[in-house]
């Protein structure tokens, strides 16, 4: 009988934890309605749904289901990226900015935050603290791609073309990631610059 509860409990568990890899919120539901386990585990199966929403772009669903998991697990740092991306896809920026503030407040370590914060930043015309955002993203994984093009705009829209130019070309310069969408931005963005640059004339000497 210990095993079996055993078994049964580990089965429960894993739905519990994994209910959001399924594009099946009903799943979550379930388990948010009938699951004996509460607390910090049942914040999972609220955390997933929300995720499967966010993956639909029902924002508003979304941040409803992640304020509950962050109810009932308020120390984990991946609940609150997850509200401030469905806060800045919903034209949030300010409280998603304030998500991405909790979340480096609970790992500070992780650069995708600082990078998203960036880009929150960034969407208020905040230019300053959106680069300073996007230094600590790149220091952190200097590999980064994305950010490094991300901050190549926030140096152009802010007028520091040579300072865009060099993100571009170190973004261009890394490897393509999953989908290599940052290299192409980059190489685009390398062109424009190129072809807004004065064409020299030479004068003929006497």
């Keep these: ?23 099946e919120p009903d799943i979550c539901s379930a388990v948010i309605g009938f699951s004996p386990l509460r607390g910090s585990l049942i914040a999972f199966a609220y955390e997933g ?69 960036g880009l929150a930043l960034a969407a208020t015309g905040d230019l300053d603290r959106a680069i300073l955002s996007y230094n600590t993203a790149i220091r952190l994984d200097p590999k980064n791609a994305e950010a490094r093009l991300d901050r190549g705009l926030a140096f152009l829209a802010r007028g520091q073309a040579d300072d865009a130019r060099a993100d571009f070309e ?7 990631g999953k989908d290599g969408r940052a290299r192409e931005a980059a190489r685009a963005k390398l062109a424009e610059l190129a072809s807004a640059e004065p064409t020299q004339v030479s004068v003929p000497r006497r």
Excluded at 170 to 176: F, G, H, Q, R
């Design 1 to 23: 009988m210990l095993i079996v509860l055993g078994v049964l409990f580990g089965l429960s568990t894993h739905m519990v934890v994994n209910c959001g890899d399924e594009d």
């Design 49 to 117: 749904r929300g995720r499967i929403a966010l993956r639909h772009g029902d924002f508003r669903w979304a941040m409803a289901d992640f304020d509950e998991a962050i109810r009932l697990n308020p120390n984990r740092a991946a609940l609150y990226r997850d509200r401030a991306l469905a806060r800045r896809l919903n034209g949030d920026f300010e409280l998603a900015i304030a998500d991405y503030d909790e979340a480096i407040a609970h790992d500070p370590k992780l650069a995708a935050p600082y990078h998203q914060r």
């Design 170 to 176: 170190a973004a261009l310069a890394l490897p393509s």
